[in-house]
């Protein structure tokens, strides 16, 4: 089993930046791809971003992003903390959600939320206009 633990969500005004970190524990060895997910309420759960983590660590040349994201969020990752990171720029209000981490013991940039085995608690991102 993968835990994964979220932090770094708060309230920030339009146009500011947050870092969110997921912690995972457990059997890492397992896990080759991280995301990130978000739902706002009323709303299906969404994907943000992923990461392909390798034993030589995480593969920022393999990353995905959604088009409501792409050039403001950046995904990275930690190998030796076994800790991802999802750093988000000129935040809108419309980025309001809670931001849920999640892994796959697939190879790829998956979408799909079918594609990951394990899921955080969530952390709660809420963008002030």
């Known amino acids: 089993q993968v835990q994964l633990v979220e932090s770094g969500g708060g309230l920030v005004q339009a146009g500011g930046s947050l870092r969110l970190s997921c912690a995972a524990s457990g059997s890492t060895f397992s896990v080759y791809t991280t995301g990130w997910f978000r739902q706002a309420p009323g709303e299906e759960r969404e994907f943000v971003a992923s990461?392909?983590?390798?034993?030589?660590?995480?593969?920022?040349?393999?990353?995905d992003y959604a088009a409501s994201v792409k050039g403001r969020f950046t995904i990275s990752g930690d190998n030796a903390k076994n800790t991802v990171y999802l750093q988000m720029n000129s935040l809108k209000p419309e980025d309001t959600a809670v931001y849920y981490c999640?892994?796959?013991?697939?190879?790829?940039?998956?979408?799909?939320?079918?594609?990951?085995?394990?899921w955080g608690q969530g952390t709660q991102v809420t963008v002030s206009s």
């Open positions: 990461i392909v983590w390798t034993a030589d660590g995480f593969n920022t040349d393999d990353t």
């Open positions: 999640a892994a796959s013991r697939f190879t790829g940039t998956f979408r799909a939320a079918r594609s990951y085995h394990y």
